[in-house]
Structure formats: C-alpha cells, structure tokens
C-alpha cells in the first residue's frame, strides 16, 4: 500500500486524486462514527426504562432479604434462647482469653521492644559512623578542588549549572501538575458531586431504616441503644485509665478479694468450732 501511494504521489496528476481518495475515506469514517453514536444513544434511551426498573427492583429485593434476615434472627433468639446465651457465653469466654493472652504477653513484648531497640540503636550508631567518614571523605575532596588551581571557578560553575537545572526540573514538574488539574477538574467536580449525592441518599436511608426499626422493635432498639452506650462508656473509661492505674486498681481488687476470703475462712472456722462444740455436749 505504501508503494502503491508512493507511485501515485511521484506520478504527474496523481497527488490530487489521492487526496480526494484520502479526504472521501475521512468523510465516510467520520459518517460511520456519528452513525455508531447515534444507534449507541437511541438503544440506550430505548432501554432507560428497563434499567430503571431493575434497579427499583433490585433495590426492593435487597431490602426485604435484609428485612427477611433480621426477622429470622430475632425469631432465633425467641425461639431458641439457650442457644444464643451459650453463643454470648462463649463469646465473652473468647474474649476474656484473648484478653488474658494480652496481658501475660505484656512483659514480653516490653522485652521484645527493649531488645529491638537496643538493635536499633547499634545500628544507628554504625549509620552515624559511616555519614560521618563519607562527610570527612566528601569535605577532604571539596579542599583538594578549591586548592587546585583554577578548580574553584569551575566547582561553582558546575554548583549554579546543577541549582539551575533542578530548578528548572521543579518549575516544570509544577507546570505539569497543574495542567493535569485543568485538564481533569471536570472529571473531579462531577466525581465530587456524585459522591456527595451517593453519600447523602446513603444517609437518609439509614435514618429511615433506624426510624423504622425503632418504630416496629422499641425494646430491641432501646436494649441495643443501652447496649451501646455502656459499651462505648467502658471503652472511654478503659482509654482513660493508664496501665499503671489498671494494674493498681487489679492489685487493690486481689487485696480485697483476699481480705474477703480470710473473712469467710474466719467464719467457716468458728461455725466448725461451734459445731464441735455442740457435739461435744
């Protein structure tokens, strides 16, 4: 093909008539183009009614599934109340071990950490150590060039090329960037703008739900409502106390416990004592 339009070109009379050829197959290329579009956006305005019914749809069946599984769990906590107390019961089980394992591990980790730090240290030392004689290498051959002669010129020249030049890197690399920013501002202001609506129609839905929920189920919400709030409580309180108070507060807690055990011992003691007694007489 190129060797046929090399011919015609170089042949008397054949330049004009490649160019209307070329400019025919330009004008039937952009027809098939606005023609492809046109068929694209009628089948799309043909099928607008089908997309939004689906979503409607979808939406819907979405929402009675989540309604269907929250119906089924409650009617399982009624119907089978053992069984959810046996999987809360392991539950704060689970968690009061993984809580046990994280206070043991409390002091190794501390001892991990001193030992990683100690590492660290050695480490940074021995970084400190060769800045420093690469730092004395690089000032000895900056003293040797500016002794030399005619060096310093030279040092300075080749020092204001390359300030120059990565100047001249900075002030384009934020040409770039904002050219990128024009370019895309729209994309980022319908992106923006999309989110925005996505993030509000998100919200009015969960208020509806949890306006309908309290509407419907008042104790379960209450419960749950009272639920969290405790549990956001003891986290705040948790977060406020120190490790230092946490571990005074436990060894008060075993100081009582311990004085309330040799309570009942002293007491358990006398009523054998009494009971000895009686048998006695």
């Excluded at 606005?34 to 997309?51: K, N, W």
């Excluded at 923006?192 to 009015?204: A, F, N, P, S, V």
């Excluded at 309330?260 to 054998?272: N, P, T």
Aim: glycine share 4%; with cysteine; charged share 35%.
């Amino acid at each position: 093909r190129r060797a046929l339009q090399d011919a015609l070109l170089n042949s008397d009379g054949s330049k004009s008539a490649l160019e209307q050829q070329m400019a025919l197959r330009a004008a039937a290329e952009k027809e098939e183009r606005i023609e492809l579009v046109r068929r694209q956006a009628l089948r799309r305005l043909q099928h607008r009614g089908l997309s939004q019914g689906w979503t409607t749809w979808l939406d819907k069946y979405l929402e009675e599934t989540r309604r269907k599984r929250m119906m089924q769990s409650a009617a399982s906590r009624l119907t089978r109340p053992q069984l959810t107390a046996c999987v809360s019961y392991w539950r704060r089980h689970w968690q009061a071990t993984l809580q046990a394992r994280a206070d043991k591990s409390h002091a190794q980790l501390l001892k991990e950490a001193e030992e990683r730090c100690v590492g660290l240290e050695d480490a940074l030392e021995q970084v400190r150590a060769g800045f420093k004689a690469s730092d004395e290498q690089r000032r000895a051959l900056q003293d040797a060039l500016l002794n030399s002669d005619g060096s310093k010129s030279a040092l300075e020249q080749q020092m204001a090329l390359r300030a120059a030049a990565e100047k001249e890197e900075r002030i384009e690399l934020v040409r770039r960037q904002a050219l990128r920013r024009l370019q895309h501002r729209g994309l980022s202001q319908g992106w923006t703008t999309w989110l925005d609506k996505y993030l509000e129609e998100t919200r009015r839905k969960r208020m509806m739900q949890s306006a309908a929920s309290r509407l419907t189920r008042p104790q379960l919400t209450a419960c749950v409502s009272y639920w969290r709030r405790h549990w956001q409580a003891t986290l705040q309180a948790r977060a406020d106390k120190s490790h230092a108070q946490l571990l005074k507060e436990a060894e008060e807690r075993c100081v009582g416990l311990e004085d309330a055990l040799e309570q009942v011992r002293a007491g358990f003691k006398a009523s054998d004592e009494q009971r000895r007694a009686l048998q006695d007489a």
